[in-house]
């Protein structure tokens, strides 16, 4: 609703950015309520991530506001030229974006329209700028709290605001969610031919998982980003504070990983069967082990057994001699077997033993996966 234009301050000797109510607006009452809401509201925070209000001349022909002149680019146009942003950019984009907010909610103000074209980024230092509160209102103002008023950019208000009813500081966290899947997809989560059908989407469907358009990025981008991005403001993170700490934590993980861990809010849950502790992996491994070792060196074991003898060994009787007298002498007995030999009996032991450890094996394996995990 209103026209930047290069200015320069001659009392001061310095360049300015002097936002200009657009001529067409300047007839119009609630235009200059608003660009004038845009100037109070925006001068009550001060912090770095927000662009400042250096004065303000909402009398006359048309109302201006005057700001520092800051080489920038808007986060829109980043997108536009260059497409999905790299992984840590994305996170320091949305960490300093996250830190303006918490500015603004400090002042008991929400923006209401978070998107990338109100995000600056300052050329040289990427310092982020939060931009444009002409849409801001106080939490617990009358007019923001009456239900049939649909204000903000369609892609990506929240749900709720969608909605025309109540919002509060959540409501700008689910725009900080959209902003950071449209960084990460290049485009915004809810797209669609007209307003209307947006705005169905965007209260009736769920937006495309993350991994699922962009498998480049870590699986706990898409649990940080789908959880701001829940429908209901209770699901989503509590607050922009909690949100830029642990954008600040990821951004440290990936620069540190053996430093600092990520945060365990962002974790992707393991399924049940999987949740196993060290000492129980630790007991899997040595089973597994240990059977494998037993059946190494039985099939050996068989195959040496296998060429042992068990029968009986025999010596035949010599023929005895022939009697002087011509007859026959009795017959001798026969010579008593030999035992059997030492080695297959040693050979049966050790196939018992064996049997026996594999036995006992097996109930400990069985006893492991019976144990609650």
Known sequence: MGIVLKGFQPELKRLVAVKVLAPQLAVSAAARRRFAREAQATAAILHPNVMPILTVHSTGKLPYLVMPYVQCESLQQRIDRTGPLELVDILRIGMQTANGLAAAHAQGLVHRDVKPANILLEIGVERVMLTDFGLARAIDDASITRTGIIAGTPQYMSPEQARGEPVDSRSDLFS?????????????????????????????????????????????????????????????????????????????????????????????AKPKWWRFSAARAGVAVVVALSLAMGMMFLPPLLRKNSRLEPTMATTPA???????????????????????TTEWNHGEESLARLRKDLDSWTRDAQQLWKTPK
């Not at 809810?190 to 937006?207: C, G, Q, V």
């Not at 620069?255 to 990520?262: C, D, G, I, R």
């Not at 010599?318 to 035992?339: D, H, I, L, W």
Request: hydrophobic fraction near 35%; charge should be neutral.
């Open 318 to 340: 010599p023929a005895p001699p022939p009697s002087e007298s011509g007859g026959r002498q009795p017959p001798e007995s026969p010579t008593p077997p030999t035992a059997p």
């Open 176 to 268: 900080l969610g959209s902003v950071l899947y449209t960084l990460a997809t290049g485009r915004p989560p809810f797209r669609a031919e007209s307003t209307y059908a947006i705005l169905r989407r965007l209260t009736d469907e769920s937006p495309h998982p993350l991994r699922e358009i962009a498998p480049q990025y870590p699986a706990w981008l898409g649990v940080l980003i789908h959880k701001l991005l829940e429908k209901q403001p209770s699901d989503r993170w509590t607050s922009s504070t909690e949100v830029a700490q642990l954008l600040e934590q990821c951004v440290a993980h990936i620069q540190q990983p053996a430093v600092f861990p990520l945060p365990a809010a962002c974790q992707v």
